[in-house]
């Protein structure tokens, strides 16, 4: 391999198990992951929780100045719907002009997808409570997407997300999507999805993507758009 892997921070949730190996098996070029974990409680989160997550979000993604990140993928998507598009571009913008890089949430990533999908109505699978999958709602209307449905496996905290398969995501993305739907959407850097959106593209013959896979999509993309020399394999 000529040169040196990208490197790449990943801050998330403390209990995420799934980001970071999805993301090293989506990279299109060699990478040197650096995952930061965002300290958070058992229950899944709230807005009353949204101030006391984003300093700790704050404080975590300082911890990845000495590694020297070309750019950062922040995936904490529920704090994402629950704070709105304003703080969550303010949140990354922040970011970006303290490391001088790229710095793309997975909430912003849903919707840059889908609108290069040119998908103005879509299907939504996520893990969320009413309130969250709500704000999810939202931050899709703000950008002029509407959503049809919203399918949610219902966790009730963060052993029971983690507990979830890729074939329980499966099982519900599956379901004949809404008739007005263009696109479904997989929400929450939790779910594993690499292994079933081909599966599911072909099945329902629409797009399908994750957060974790338009994260990859659109981030690595960002690397590349910055300059960054990119190694080769061998």
């Known amino acids: 391999m000529a040169g040196n892997p990208a490197r790449i921070g990943i ?3 403390a209990n995420n198990t799934t980001m970071e190996p999805e993301i090293a098996q989506l990279a299109p ?27 700790n ?3 975590t993604a300082k911890t990845l100045m000495e590694v020297r990140p070309d750019a950062i993928f ?33 909430a912003r990533a849903m919707v840059e997808i889908l609108e290069r999908e040119g998908a103005r109505t879509v299907d939504v699978i996520s893990p969320y409570s009413a309130e969250v ?30 507990r979830l398969t890729a074939e329980d995501v499966y099982a519900l993305a599956a379901r004949r999507p809404t008739a007005d739907a263009q696109a479904v959407f997989i929400a929450c850097s939790q779910l594993p999805t690499a292994g079933i959106l081909a599966r599911l593209r072909g ?14 999509e659109l981030g690595f993309a960002r690397v590349k758009a910055a300059g960054r020399e990119i190694p080769q394999g061998d």
């Open 133 to 162: 999958n709500d704000a999810l709602t939202a931050f899709m209307a703000d950008a002029g997407i509407a959503v049809a449905r919203v399918a949610s496996l219902s966790a009730a905290n963060v052993d029971a997300l983690g």
């Open 74 to 106: 922040y995936g904490c998507t529920a704090a994402g719907f629950l704070g709105g598009p304003m703080l969550d571009t303010a949140f990354t913008t922040e970011l970006s002009s303290l490391f001088g890089v790229p710095v793309l949430s997975t």
């Open 203 to 216: 099945e329902l013959g629409i797009p399908v993507w994750s957060s974790i896979s338009a994260t990859a």
């Open 29 to 55: 070029f060699p990478v040197a992951l650096t995952v930061a974990r965002v300290v958070r409680g058992p229950g899944l989160l709230t807005r009353a929780d949204l101030p006391d997550y984003k300093a």
């Open 11 to 13: 801050i998330v949730p």
């Open 57 to 59: 979000a704050r404080a």
